[in-house]
């Protein structure tokens, strides 16, 4: 099994040869009368040809026969990526990807437990998934280049799109349509991994929160005392608001806010201080924290594993 | 012949002395027309600054220039301001000024319909514009998808002005074309039939039939989407039992016929230039009048290929598929029959020619990469990046904007009795062919590499950065070209060679008038023998090959 994109520049290499023949044909022709038939070059009055029917009937058939072609080669492309492709047998797994404005959320209905995640899709490699692509608030548009096309996320409609990875490995990929002012930093991670560092992830998102000791536990009553739980949920507190990405598990991401920056201590810290410098517009506001407060908080997500 | 040119000197364009006031109440189509043009010019100085911000903005990743909620109210304007307030008043200027010379008419059916249709068209324009001054511009994209155009999320009043000032600028666009469409049907001049019609007056006709046809729906669609916004309806609102997909249908509906809308006109303009400029007639007319009009019924069967990614079901996407697909036929038989009128030709490349054979050379890709998104699974990859984009400029730059600056070369002498400088002239062509390539070839690229169109910005491990750099710079070569355009009108305007009434040995009868024409046009009404009547008065003997 061939990965959609592959399919589609398959696709796209016979119909880009059939377009540079014509692209070249065109040119070529241009070129050429440009350069034999100049004034200067050409004595006398141009002969005044009004036309040629048959060539005019030839150059509007054999363009449709082209095309007939392409159609046909297209439907088969189409039932073979199809978001309900019966050909590749039903999916192994579904899961639920949500655009918020500017991040995504997904969850895993069919595994044992609650997993939710936020900006990194982790599959299986070598295995079909079905996403359900559905919208919190405007239209949003999920894709990941090297996996295939993009289908949208439209509020009051659920959308499928069949996701297969057939390699190990992160494929990077952002919002493709127009959401609003931080439609440029709404990008996604797409982890492929073995069936086995998959159930291993699963496992690991399912559990609720590790209890927080020292500095970490301090941060939790940060967290939970401040406006933070008022948006997000750590599964094991009570925060469990979902207008913000989930974070039981946020320190088990490689980027924050949706690939702004990467998931480390320090960016942490300067995105906690003040999310509006780094992504303007964002929904997360600035809270006014000591830093004591701000040192604990940085110590307890970080502890989110 | 000779009796039109030898009394020209008795007519004077209007009296010496009358103030300006004379622009705001003529009802002369020819002032009107430079009306039209003028406020595309007009429009096009700001297309163009926002367009050069955007380039500027994106020239390396990360870059902090403009912020996001600038950039936003930028690229809609952008788009905005190119389609409805430039492309659109320049063609229907043209319109306006040629269509009654073309046909031996002595103004348009309804004059002072055709003043009001400017003016609503003007404080459309002004509307929408009005937007930064009341506190910030549209910010939801020229096709403003709901929910994002919807209140909750785009809370300003900039969505306002731009469903206030397009509504405005549609009822007169809707107007003037009713007068196009009447003139065309009712006043031709004894002798032009239908089938010796100008191919310019001929794709004019589809162009103005299809107006009345698109308009209205994006009319309807921004009323629903005012409602929604200030009336408390929920046309678009899913949480309401509305559906932003209907926006979505509604819009493309028009939205779709209007790129064959301001391309008809353009490829119309191309076909009276490029015969007069090979000294041959246009080749296979009854082929190209057919296949706009194929164009104009086809239009209006294409527009979900726009939505391709909205998830509609299979059945639906191959109808509008195929659809798209044919049209490339009726577009393909034009560039074919423009290629084979150059065959067995005279060429003069004049400024007017380049831009004509250079409109066919960059066409001929928009047309192609156009197909390449009619096909579901290509546009399912390539939808909604700046492949998109890329497109979109080859087909309404270098298509649109290229006619245009044909037809400008190429009927300044007859608008304002003087020739615009070839020396400029190539300047213009060359810059601008080269930055315009320059520009948006890579865009290509970008798309296929993952970058989505209406970014501000873009990580700088996406290794985006060289291509557009490279853009940036073609937009630079292309900005220098319009300067060189800029400064050839204002110098020709003063002190262009003079050109006499029939500068390049034309055939239509608008060349058989006086340089700017008389008021009334014509002294006498003139008669179609042909479909090139001058033709037929400056060869007598050779009227068969007519």
């Known amino acids: 099994m061939r990965t959609s994109a592959e399919a589609i520049g398959g696709l796209a290499l016979v119909v880009g040869a059939i377009a540079f023949l014509i692209f070249i044909g065109v040119e070529a022709a241009l070129l050429y009368s440009a350069w034999r038939y100049r004034a200067s070059r050409v004595a006398g009055p141009a002969p005044q040809i009004h036309g040629n029917t048959r060539l005019e009937i030839a150059w509007t058939a054999i363009p449709l026969v082209v095309l007939a072609v392409v159609f046909v080669l297209m439907v088969g492309t189409m039932r073979e990526i199809g978001a309900t492709a019966s050909a590749n047998g039903p999916a192994a797994m579904r899961i639920v990807a949500r655009g918020h404005q500017w991040w995504w959320e997904f969850r895993y209905p069919d595994a044992s437990g609650e997993i939710v995640t936020a900006n990194e899709l982790h599959i299986p490699s070598n295995t079909a998934v079905d996403l359900e692509l559905v919208a919190a608030d405007v239209v949003h548009s999920f894709w990941v280049p090297e996996l295939g096309g993009k289908t949208d996320m439209i509020p009051g409609k659920t959308n499928h799109l069949r996701l297969y990875a057939d390699h190990a490995g992160v494929y990077r990929g952002q919002c493709a349509e127009f959401c609003g002012i931080e439609h440029a930093w709404m990008r996604i991670s797409v982890v492929a991994e073995s069936a086995g560092d998959f159930q291993r992830w699963l496992a690991g998102q399912a559990a609720a929160r590790a209890a927080p000791g020292g500095t970490a536990a301090e941060g939790e009553r940060v967290f939970l005392q401040n406006v933070c739980a008022s948006c997000h949920a750590v599964r094991g507190t009570d925060a469990k608001a979902v207008a913000g990405p989930d974070l039981t598990h946020l320190a088990s991401r490689r980027t924050l806010a949706a690939g702004v920056l990467p998931n480390d201590t320090a960016s942490l810290r300067a995105w906690l201080f003040d999310p509006q410098r780094y992504k303007p517009g964002s929904l997360m506001p600035r809270v006014p924290l000591s830093d004591a407060d701000l040192d604990a908080l940085v110590s307890y997500l970080g502890s989110l594993r | ?546």
């Open chain 2, 1 to 546: 012949m000779s009796a039109t040119t030898a009394s020209t000197t008795l007519w004077v364009r209007r009296p010496a002395g009358l103030p300006a006031a004379g622009w705001l109440r003529t009802v002369d189509h020819k002032e009107i027309g430079v009306l039209y043009m003028g406020m595309g010019l007009f429009f096009l100085v700001f297309g163009s600054v926002e367009a050069a911000i955007i380039r500027l903005q994106l020239a390396v990743p990360e870059n902090r220039l403009v912020d996001p909620q600038l950039y936003d109210q930028l690229f809609t304007i952008h788009g905005v301001t190119m389609i409805f307030l430039v492309a659109i008043p320049i063609l229907v200027g043209f319109m306006n000024y040629l269509i009654p010379l073309m046909i031996g008419a002595r103004d348009v059916a309804f004059p002072r319909l055709n003043a009001l249709s400017f003016w609503l068209s003007l404080l459309g324009g002004l509307l929408v514009y009005f937007s930064f001054v009341a506190g910030g511009g549209p910010d939801a994209g020229w096709f403003a998808y709901p929910p994002l155009s919807d209140r909750t999320y785009s809370t300003g009043t900039g969505l306002d002005y731009y469903v206030l000032g397009l509504a405005v600028n549609g009822a007169g666009t809707i107007v003037g074309a009713i007068n196009i469409a009447v003139t065309v049907l009712l006043l031709r001049c004894p002798g032009l039939s239908i089938s010796r019609l100008p191919l310019f007056v001929w794709m004019s006709l589809v162009t103005s039939l299809l107006i009345l046809v698109a308009y209205p729906a994006l009319s309807a669609a921004l009323v629903m989407l005012f409602a929604d916004r200030r009336l408390g309806a929920h046309f678009f609102d899913a949480t309401a039992g509305g559906d932003p997909i209907i926006w979505q249908h509604v819009f493309w509906f028009f939205g779709h016929p209007e790129v064959y809308i301001v391309i008809l006109p353009a490829f119309g303009m191309v076909s009276e230039v490029i015969p007069v400029f090979s000294r041959k007639p246009i080749f296979g007319y009854r082929f190209i009048a057919g296949s706009s009009v194929a164009i104009g019924f086809l239009s209006v069967s294409v527009w979900a290929h726009h939505m391709f990614a909205v998830g509609l079901p299979d059945a639906e996407n191959l109808f509008f598929s195929a659809a798209s697909m044919l049209i490339a036929v009726p577009t393909g038989i034009k560039v074919l029959a423009w290629t084979a009128t150059m065959v067995g030709g005279r060429l003069r490349f004049t400024t007017a020619m380049l831009f004509a054979v250079g409109f066919i050379a960059t066409f001929v890709m928009g047309g192609l990469t156009g197909v390449s998104l009619a096909i579901v699974p290509i546009d399912w990859y390539v939808t909604d990046s700046y492949y998109v984009v890329a497109h979109m400029h080859y087909v309404l730059f270098g298509g649109v904007v290229f006619g245009i600056f044909a037809g400008l070369y190429y009927w300044f002498p007859k608008m304002t009795g003087r020739l615009l400088s070839e020396r400029l002239g190539k300047w213009h062509f060359w810059l601008v062919f080269v930055g315009f390539h320059l520009t948006f070839l890579p865009q290509h690229w970008l798309g296929i590499a993952g970058m989505p169109r209406r970014v501000f910005t873009y990580a700088a491990d996406t290794g985006w950065g060289p291509l557009n750099l490279l853009s940036t710079l073609g937009a630079v070569v292309m900005g220098a070209g319009i300067l060189a355009f800029v400064c050839n009108l204002v110098v020709s305007l003063r002190a262009g060679e003079l050109a006499g009434d029939d500068p390049w040995d034309a055939w239509t009868l608008e060349w058989s008038t006086s340089s700017p024409p008389i008021p009334e046009n014509f002294l006498q009404v003139p008669v179609a023998t042909s479909k090139r009547p001058l033709w037929d008065r400056k060869h007598p003997d050779r009227a068969h090959e007519a």
